[in-house]
Nanobody, 127 residues
């Protein structure tokens, strides 16, 4: 069982920036499909971004140009840099990973989810 641990959430005003991180203690996920999804109270899960083993990324339309997903294989850490945050971005942000998903995209993350997920880190954006 892969444990994913998120950190870096918090509260910020609209227009501000945050970076959230995800670590997998004891595992190396350089070959995994990795991603971030979010869920706000009373709302459906939304795939935010994915990155595959070759570093190819996909993004949900509502974050394109504002968010950037990246990974540091040496540190075994996944990141999500969030800029120009809006109140609508308020949600619990979860890290997700899958060792064998062929379709490493936000569409797949939305449709079927990934094999592993973290507990999440809260991001709150005030107007």
């Amino acid at each position: 069982q892969v444990q994913l641990v998120e950190s870096g959430g918090g509260s910020v005003q609209a227009g501000g920036s945050l970076r959230v991180s995800c670590a997998a203690p004891g595992y190396t996920f350089y070959s995994f499909c990795m991603g971030w999804f979010r869920q706000a109270p009373g709302k459906e899960r939304e795939g935010v971004a994915t990155i595959d083993s070759d570093g190819i990324t996909t993004y949900a339309d509502f974050v394109k140009g504002r968010f950037t997903i990246s990974k540091d294989s040496a540190k075994n850490t996944l990141y999500l840099q969030m800029n120009s945050l809006e109140p609508e971005d308020t949600a619990m942000y979860h890290c997700a990973a899958d060792p064998s998903l062929a379709d490493c995209t936000v569409v797949a993350l939305d449709a079927v989810g990934f094999g592993y997920r973290g507990q999440g880190t809260q991001v709150t954006v005030s107007s």
